[in-house]
């Protein structure tokens, strides 16, 4: 019997990916549920290939448009929900495996309401765990989800960690490729515009998450993350640039043994690997072919152009609503960027001083999270408007 899969962001970089791959393990999973956030084209081409069971736009303004309507009209055996609250609801059917990939922090909430329906969490929503990673973990062990991450890092670090013993293992270290800016000066970058952010040199990502490894956030979010998946001391995870993007992270260990995890620039293995685990699946797309690649480069991150990295160890080790605060003030900031109202350089200013002006709590709750979050973007949005 196949298993049923629901999909959180299935028109995303990482939903394509998903379906991508789906189409190779079509008798081994269903897809059941589909979200999507408002492309309303593409997504109509995966309702039409799919025909899942149920499907949900979180976009409340295209609920009232005829686009949607045709849509809904067309497929008259999908269960339809509507809006944020339709995705949560939608994630309330039981469902063998869900692939959280909404980008940013709403995908916390439908994430976190999966848990008693589903088995397996396959996590591509970084936001998760850095906002809320104590309440996850803990709704994951209440449930007894198997938790398995997608991000190619922590995938990466969950393939290398499973035959070793957590005493022998000394520090993990997440590879960052550097983003579209590495080579830029620091004079540079306050005269950088959106589209140059948004070339990245090995990813095809979405915007935010773009820009996010242009700053070398994305990278600092990662950090959080890992923290939490792997129950491990910020002390203990380090971070290195390492341009190529073919070691996608590495363990070392007490020995001074360091294992390597290396694959091409593609999501499609650690969604395999995500799916499939314990068992390993014969990839069917490209492989990598070490004669091409010819060399691998290591360097150190640049803290003075990228100071970014540093806000994400110092909220991750405060902690309390402190990361939601730096995740929420960080999409406010992203989004004024990408809509040309501030500078490149702003970015990282305009979340440290939110993150500056914010009265931690400690041991928070979810409605803590959410009000912290809430206050994040208000605070924020001040600064953009000086």
Request: charged share 25%; proline share 4%; net charge negative.
């Amino acid at each position: 019997m196949s298993s049923k899969i629901i999909i959180l962001g299935s028109t995303g970089s990482i939903g394509t990916s998903a379906l991508r791959v789906l189409r190779f393990l079509k008798n081994d999973f269903e897809v059941y549920g589909l979200t999507c956030y408002g492309n309303l084209e593409l997504f109509e081409e995966q309702l039409n290939e799919f025909r899942p069971s149920l499907a949900a736009v979180a976009s409340n303004d295209l609920i009232d448009k005829d686009e949607y309507k045709k849509i809904t009209n067309k497929f008259p055996e999908i269960k339809f929900f509507e809006g944020n609250e339709g995705v949560v609801e939608l994630v309330r059917n039981k469902a063998d495996v869900l692939i959280s990939s909404i980008v940013g922090a709403a995908g916390l909430l439908p994430t976190l309401e999966s848990l008693p329906f589903i088995k397996r969490l396959a996590l591509a929503n970084k936001e998760t765990l850095v906002m809320a990673g104590d309440i996850v973990k803990k709704k994951v062990n209440e449930f007894d989800v198997e938790l398995i991450p997608v991000d190619s890092e922590h995938s990466a670090i969950f393939s290398l960690i499973q035959n070793a013993d957590k005493g022998s293992i000394k520090k993990i270290i997440l590879t960052a490729s550097g983003g579209s800016l590495r080579d830029r000066t620091l004079e540079e970058m306050a005269s950088i515009t959106p589209e140059d952010a948004l070339a990245h040199p090995t990813w095809d990502m979405g915007n935010k998450i773009t820009i996010d490894s242009a700053t070398m956030m994305n990278k600092g979010l990662e950090v959080i993350e890992a923290h939490h998946l792997f129950d491990i001391d910020y002390g203990s995870i380090d971070v290195i640039v390492h341009p190529e993007s073919i070691i996608h992270s590495m363990v070392e260990m007490n020995d001074g043994a360091i294992h390597a995890y290396l694959s091409i620039a593609d999501m499609a293995l650690p969604i395999i690997n995500a799916l499939t685990f314990p068992d390993s699946k014969a990839n069917p797309f490209e492989t990598l072919d070490l004669t091409k690649v010819g060399k691998l480069e290591f360097l150190a991150y640049d803290n003075i152009r990228f100071p970014a990295l540093e806000l994400c160890y110092n909220a991750g080790r405060i902690g309390g609503t402190m990361p939601a605060v730096l995740n929420a003030a960080n999409e406010i900031a992203v989004h004024a960027f990408l809509g040309k109202k501030i500078a490149f350089t702003d970015i990282v200013k305009i979340v440290e001083k939110t993150i500056n002006d914010h009265k931690v709590i400690d041991n928070p709750d979810l409605s803590d999270i959410f009000a912290a979050d809430e206050w994040a973007r208000d605070v924020s949005m001040s600064f953009i408007d000086i």
